[in-house]
T-cell receptor, first 120, second 112 residues
Framework: EAQVTQNPRYLITVTGKKLTVTCSQNMNHEYMSWYRQDPGLGLRQIYYSMNVEVTDKGDVPEGYKVSRKEKRNFPLILESPSPNQTSLYFC???????????????????FGAGSRLTVL | QKEVEQDPGPLSVPEGAIVSLNCTYSNSAFQYFMWYRQYSRKGPELLMYTYSSGNKEDGRFTAQVDKSSKYISLFIRDSQPSDSATYLCAMSRGGGADGLTFGKGTHLIIQP
């Protein structure tokens, strides 16, 4: 089954304790992205990656790191989590590739099921 | 002014009704318009997408884009309880490598 898999799905941690949320896709997608979803603010992009070893900041990158060493994986790293990073996180991927137009003409995203993070 | 405005609802309608969901936007550079559906405790899933102005129909769903008014709509005909979800509009300028801009979502409830 084509999917984006995130782990963990739920996590409660404390301020300052480094954590990593993993994301893996099995669709051979070039493009991967992280979003956070907060009540009243909607979905906002944190980081994205157009290909292996190519990453770029989204709208709200502060306090996060990412890496793209393999095409299928795109982990989100919180080096020193703070309470304002309590949120619902989504990883997403799409066919879109740098320099090419996706078949649909649009960057249509496939989302994971989400990871609910609470930082105390 | 926020880039994308969407009424959060909740919007509650009886089963079988026609539902109209809407978003307005301010950035005239947006060219691709999408509607995602998000069930509780799930990730958003693509429902429909359109390019530029016009209509697109898929079963009970119709998406409309009016770029001159910066207004997009999603219509659901013969609504079913299984349509109860949050509906997110999303837009992008080009291929969207720099990401989609989402509305905050409208929570829709279809009453049996």
């Amino acid at each position: 089954e084509a999917q984006v898999t995130q782990n963990p799905r739920y996590l409660i941690t404390v301020t300052g304790k480094k954590l990593t949320v993993t994301c893996s896709q099995n669709m051979n997608h070039e493009y991967m992205s992280w979003y956070r979803q907060d009540p009243g603010l909607g979905l906002r992009q944190i980081y994205y990656s157009m290909n292996v070893e190519v990453t770029d900041k989204g709208d709200v990158p502060e306090g996060y790191k990412v890496s793209r060493k393999e095409k299928r994986n795109f982990p989100l790293i919180l080096e020193s989590p703070s309470p304002n990073q309590t949120s619902l996180y989504f990883c997403a991927s799409s066919f879109w590739a740098s320099g090419l137009i996706a078949p649909s003409g649009a960057n249509v995203l496939t989302f994971g099921a989400g990871s609910r993070l609470t930082v105390l | 002014q926020k880039e994308v405005e969407q009424d959060p609802g909740p919007l509650s309608v009886p089963e079988g009704a026609i539902v109209s969901l809407n978003c307005t936007y301010s950035n005239s550079a947006f060219q691709y318009f999408m509607w995602y559906r998000q069930y509780s405790r799930k990730g958003p899933e693509l429902l429909m997408y359109t390019y530029s102005s016009g209509n697109k129909e898929d079963g009970r769903f119709t998406a409309q884009v009016d770029k001159s008014s910066k207004y997009i709509s999603l219509f659901i005909r013969d609504s079913q309880p299984s349509d109860s979800a949050t509906y997110l509009c999303a837009m992008s300028r080009g291929g969207g490598a720099d990401g989609l801009t989402f509305g905050k979502g409208t929570h829709l409830i279809i009453q049996p």
